[in-house]
């Protein structure tokens, strides 16, 4: 679904990914951690052609991105649902109208979108929340209607980043839920965290990037703790 081969982004002076090889399976659940700086906004630019590759072949789904013409690039894009930490929903519209609106961009019927935005509402726990307005919703709840907007056309790849960035634990287990469900329908995601605990608890793939390099790709826990300080361990006399 996602093969990045050998793909290099620099930012001047700046490695921003450097000879990165992965590949990313149709139906996927993968985790992508590392330290602030390492690459992960990179990788996730792009997948999404918001940057283009200095080196390096990378295909999405039957895209070859690394040569894709301008014309394509919002087909790309639409094949590729993404949630954000700050939920961004448009605060003057209703929460139907806010997942009503990513229809409309794609021309589908008045029809269409009556029928189907109610039944993914319900599908993210927000079934009666549709004439409420953004502000007038948790942070959770507000997290649900990003979630059915990224979902609503059936995109093949969800890309939620930070999606749990602004939430409390009990509601970010809730999103999880919702997350390992819309994967379990065969929707590829690819979700960039800082949350140690969700990582070690959800027991998914987990792509580690430092410095603009990979250098862990495999299953099970978060791996290093970000908050461990290797000075202190040196200079701390006891
Ligand atoms: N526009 C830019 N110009 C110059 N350097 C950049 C630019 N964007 C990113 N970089 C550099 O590229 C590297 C990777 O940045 P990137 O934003 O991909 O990191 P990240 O893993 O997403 O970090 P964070 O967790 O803080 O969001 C960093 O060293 C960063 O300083």
């Given at each position: 679904?996602?093969?990045?081969?050998?793909?290099?982004?620099?930012?001047?002076?700046?490695?921003?990914?450097?000879?990165?090889?992965?590949?990313?399976?149709?139906?996927?659940?993968?985790?992508?951690?590392?330290?602030?700086?390492?690459?992960?906004?990179?990788?996730?630019?792009?997948?999404?052609?918001?940057?283009?590759?200095?080196a390096g072949k990378i295909q999405v789904g039957?895209?070859?991105?690394?040569?894709?013409?301008?014309?394509?690039?919002?087909?790309?894009?639409?094949?590729?649902?993404?949630?954000?930490?700050?939920?961004?929903?448009?605060?003057?519209?209703?929460?139907?109208?806010?997942?009503?609106?990513?229809?409309?961009?794609?021309?589908?019927?008045?029809?269409?979108?009556?029928?189907?935005?109610?039944?993914?509402?319900?599908?993210?726990?927000?079934?009666?929340?549709?004439?409420?307005?953004?502000?007038?919703?948790?942070?959770?709840?507000?997290?649900?209607?990003?979630?059915?907007?990224?979902?609503?056309?059936?995109?093949?790849?969800?890309?939620?980043?930070?999606?749990?960035?602004?939430?409390?634990?009990?509601?970010?287990?809730?999103?999880?839920?919702?997350?390992?469900?819309?994967?379990?329908?065969?929707?590829?995601?690819?979700?960039?965290?800082?949350?140690?605990?969700?990582?070690?608890?959800?027991?998914?793939?987990?792509?580690?990037?430092?410095?603009?390099?990979?250098?862990?790709?495999?299953?099970?826990?978060?791996?290093?703790?970000?908050?461990?300080d290797y000075r202190e361990e040196v200079f701390?006399?006891?």
């Amino acid at each position: 679904m996602i093969t990045f081969t050998n793909v290099t982004k620099m930012y001047g002076e700046n490695v921003g990914l450097e000879n990165a090889s992965v590949n990313i399976e149709n139906g996927d659940f993968v985790f992508l951690v590392g330290p602030s700086g390492a690459g992960k906004s990179t990788f996730i630019k792009l997948i999404l052609k918001e940057l283009d590759a200095d080196a390096g072949k990378i295909q999405v789904g039957e895209y070859d991105v690394t040569n894709l013409s301008n014309r394509q690039i919002p087909q790309l894009r639409r094949k590729i649902g993404i949630v954000f930490q700050d939920f961004r929903l448009l605060p003057k519209k209703t929460v139907f109208e806010n997942v009503a609106f990513a229809m409309e961009i794609m021309h589908k019927s008045r029809r269409q979108i009556r029928k189907r935005v109610p039944q993914v509402l319900t599908l993210v726990g927000i079934g009666d929340k549709a004439k409420r307005y953004p502000q007038e919703l948790s942070a959770g709840e507000q997290q649900r209607v990003a979630i059915a907007r990224a979902i609503i056309n059936n995109p093949k790849v969800l890309i939620a980043d930070e999606p749990t960035g602004n939430l409390d634990p009990d509601t970010a287990t809730g999103i999880m839920q919702l997350l390992d469900e819309i994967n379990e329908t065969g929707t590829t995601i690819v979700m960039v965290t800082h949350a140690k605990d969700i990582v070690d608890r959800m027991n998914k793939r987990v792509i580690a990037i430092e410095s603009g390099h990979i250098v862990r790709d495999d299953y099970g826990q978060y791996g290093y703790d970000e908050d461990d300080d290797y000075r202190e361990e040196v200079f701390t006399d006891d």
